[in-house]
């Protein structure tokens, strides 16, 4: 059953203060500061009415781990404060998060709005999976706002999009577009990943459903796997009861690492914003640079629209290198304070090329439909010190 909305005890409204208490203000199993990891799967009862009622849902409890988990409840619950939602939920990774999203609120017939610049993985739900099953699919260009709004006014059930893409970085203005899903009775839903509650909160600025991939920034040590999704009561319900069946749950130690992640959330997205700002501001001004893709840039197209609903930019940026793939070989193969790894969002900086990260199931000539160069290199900055990665730059530009 997904958390209740209950007003917050113990803690301040501080996103950092909520990042370590949300969730684990009642007190704990023999006195434990930290959340307990609950791996039974059943959970007992001594009385048949409470059985009854925890089935039914009148009153709050576990009975079998698929459906839900102590451990998991905390972790909904702290998401939830931060995200600033009526109620949340969970599911085994970021991507089953946003299927089971699309699949619990769409059936045959119904349209859905999306942009070409979508995660690979979920453009591979618009594109391959949805029109099996009769949903109809429309994906706009990313940055023609005007194209979006015409096409959610012709009809639109979902309007599903990103802010920040992944991984040119392309912004979208919430507030507008779900202006223009509400005046058609659309759900908005927006994909939070990169952002992280720290820096946006799309319920503020008008989206229904907000998703993550704990996976990465929530967690932030590359050691767990998750999808969470906050939103309103009456819509989380319906996610919850498909996945409830569907299957997908979010296991008790996964949960338990990505609540321990989540205490550090503020001070690490704040430290790597900082860091992406300054490594984005130098690559810009690099001779051996042909494109930096980064929202906090004031060259960005859509830094004004990011100023207005980020309070950061972010931990990711994208940039192009001059010269063939060579290059870009030599480069990466130049890094020394970097994973050459897929994923983001983790301590240490995450380097990659999206044919091998996030679009990887998506051929070359899509790729470059998409705006998305062969030489792009897509770089997750972790929290080291900005003078050691700004110095691995130099020293791996060098190479060329």
Not at 137 to 163: K, M, N
Not at 252 to 257: E, G, I, K, Q, R
Not at 312 to 330: A, H, I, R, W
Request: glycine share 8%.
């Amino acid at each position: 059953m997904p958390r209740k909305k209950t007003p917050a005890k113990g803690f301040a409204s501080g996103p950092g203060t909520a990042a370590v208490w949300a969730g684990e203000t009642e007190s704990s199993y023999q006195g434990a500061t930290q959340t307990p990891v609950v791996h039974s799967v059943t959970y007992a009862f001594e009385d048949l009415q409470d059985w009854f009622d925890v089935a039914q849902g009148r009153k709050e409890g576990h009975i079998y781990s698929r459906n839900t988990n102590p451990t998991v409840a905390v972790l909904e619950e702290k998401i939830r404060h931060l995200e600033d939602a009526e109620a949340s939920t969970s599911f085994a990774t970021g991507m089953a998060a946003i299927s089971n999203t699309l699949f619990s609120l769409l059936a045959p017939g119904k349209r859905v709005v999306s942009i070409k610049d979508s995660y690979g993985g979920t453009s591979r739900i618009f594109l391959e999976f949805l029109p099996r099953y009769d949903v109809h699919v429309s994906l706009c260009d990313t940055s023609d706002h005007d194209e979006i709004e015409a096409q959610v006014a012709d009809g639109c059930d979902i309007l599903y999009i990103e802010s920040p893409t992944n991984p040119t970085l392309k912004v979208l203005d919430i507030s507008r577009l779900s202006d223009a899903a509400r005046a058609v009775g659309a759900i908005v839903v927006v994909d939070n990943t990169f952002a992280t509650p720290i820096n946006q909160n799309p319920l503020r600025l008008g989206a229904d459903l907000v998703v993550h991939s704990a996976t990465k920034f929530l967690g932030g040590h590359s050691d767990a796997m998750g999808g969470l999704v906050c939103g309103s009561k009456d819509l989380i319900q319906r996610l919850f009861q498909f996945r409830e069946i569907n299957g997908a749950s979010l296991d008790a130690m996964s949960a338990y690492l990505i609540l321990r992640g989540m205490k550090t959330l503020e001070i690490r997205v704040l430290r790597q914003n900082e860091n992406a700002l300054a490594l984005a501001e130098f690559l810009q001004q690099h001779p051996a640079i042909d494109e930096v893709f980064y929202p906090g840039l004031a060259s960005h197209p859509g830094h004004q629209t990011a100023a207005r609903q980020m309070r950061g930019f972010g931990g990711v940026f994208s940039f192009s290198l001059k010269g063939g793939f060579k290059n870009v070989e030599t480069f990466l193969h130049g890094l020394k304070f970097a994973h050459l790894a897929a994923s983001l969002g983790s301590v240490g900086t995450l380097v990659g090329l999206p044919k091998t990260t996030s679009h990887v199931e998506t051929p070359a000539a899509e790729r470059a439909k998409l705006g998305i160069p062969e030489n792009l290199i897509r770089y997750s900055v972790g929290i080291e010190n900005a003078e050691d990665l700004l110095r691995d730059l130099e020293d791996a530009l060098a190479l060329l």
